[in-house]
């Protein structure tokens, strides 16, 4: 499989609202509902943030929230805050057993 | 607390192989699948494949077919990755993850950094 198409930079200001896109096919993100985002500050472990497209884990905040349309996922992060500066990373179900991940983004708070 | 703990950092010549560990600790090791990810300098990260602790089952990225064996101890609540016939373009992050719901994956442990260098 392909790696998910990702922008590789987003950025905003604290408080501002972004959105991260996540593009795949309809062999991954369009056949499931299985999109999961994880975030990754500098040398640290990846974190899970939504799974199965729009459900936050027990200790997410509700800033952080998951969409998808078609072929293609969004996570949108609002209130930025400092702490948010960080790489993100979609992943899908992409089948037979299978996942793939996105490039990753690195999100900039100005 | 859910942790996987995983082995050092090793470095490798071209064509050897590696074996990284994962020890979990704060859940049942044989109920949920574990994943492994890896991310080489400046990439994203690459899904590997998994095991199932409980079975020994497991599943690979076409991609390491052949180049890589997940095994598991549930004695010692253990999963390892061994990749074989190593290139320079091996040299990565290597994560183990713990499978979240069947569809993600919720604790990841510290990572291994692999070198392969002559």
């Keep these: 499989q392909s790696a998910l198409t990702q922008p590789p930079?987003?950025?905003?200001?604290?408080?501002?609202?972004?959105?991260?896109?996540?593009?795949?096919?309809?062999?991954?993100?369009?056949?499931?509902?299985?999109?999961?985002?994880?975030?990754r500050h500098p040398g640290k472990a990846p974190k899970l943030m939504i799974y199965e497209v729009n459900k936050r884990p027990s200790g997410v905040p509700d800033r952080f929230s998951g969409s998808k349309s078609g072929n293609t996922a969004s996570l949108?992060?609002?209130?930025?805050?400092?702490?948010?500066?960080?790489?993100?990373?979609?992943?899908?179900?992409?089948?037979?057993?299978?996942?793939?991940f996105g490039g990753g983004t690195k999100l900039t708070v100005l | 607390q859910v942790q996987l703990v995983q082995s050092g950092a090793?470095?490798?010549?071209?064509?050897?192989?590696?074996?990284?560990?994962?020890?979990?600790?704060?859940y049942t090791f044989s109920a949920y699948y574990m994943h492994w990810v890896r991310q080489a300098p400046g990439?994203?990260?690459e899904w590997m494949g998994w095991i199932d602790?409980?079975?020994?089952?497991?599943?690979?990225?076409?991609k390491f077919q052949g180049r890589v064996t997940m095994t598991r101890d549930t004695s010692i609540s253990t999963a390892y990755m061994e990749l074989s016939r190593l290139r320079s373009d091996d040299t990565?992050?290597?994560?183990?993850?713990?499978?979240?719901?069947?569809?993600?994956?919720?604790?990841?442990?510290?990572?291994?950094?692999?070198?392969?260098?002559?």
């Design chain 2, 53 to 62: 602790p409980n079975s020994g089952g497991t599943d690979y990225a076409q």
């Design chain 2, 10 to 26: 090793e470095v490798r010549k071209p064509g050897a192989s590696v074996k990284v560990s994962c020890k979990a600790s704060g």
């Design chain 1, 9 to 39: 930079s987003a950025s905003g200001s604290p408080g501002q609202s972004v959105t991260i896109s996540c593009t795949g096919t309809s062999s991954d993100v369009g056949a499931y509902n299985y999109v999961s985002w994880y975030r």
């Design chain 2, 43 to 45: 990439q994203g990260l």
């Design chain 1, 76 to 100: 949108t992060v609002s209130g930025l805050q400092a702490e948010d500066e960080a790489d993100y990373y979609c992943s899908s179900y992409a089948g037979s057993n299978n996942w793939v």
């Design chain 2, 92 to 118: 990565a992050v290597y994560f183990c993850a713990k499978s979240y719901s069947s569809t993600s994956f919720d604790y990841w442990g510290q990572g291994t950094l692999v070198t392969v260098s002559s």
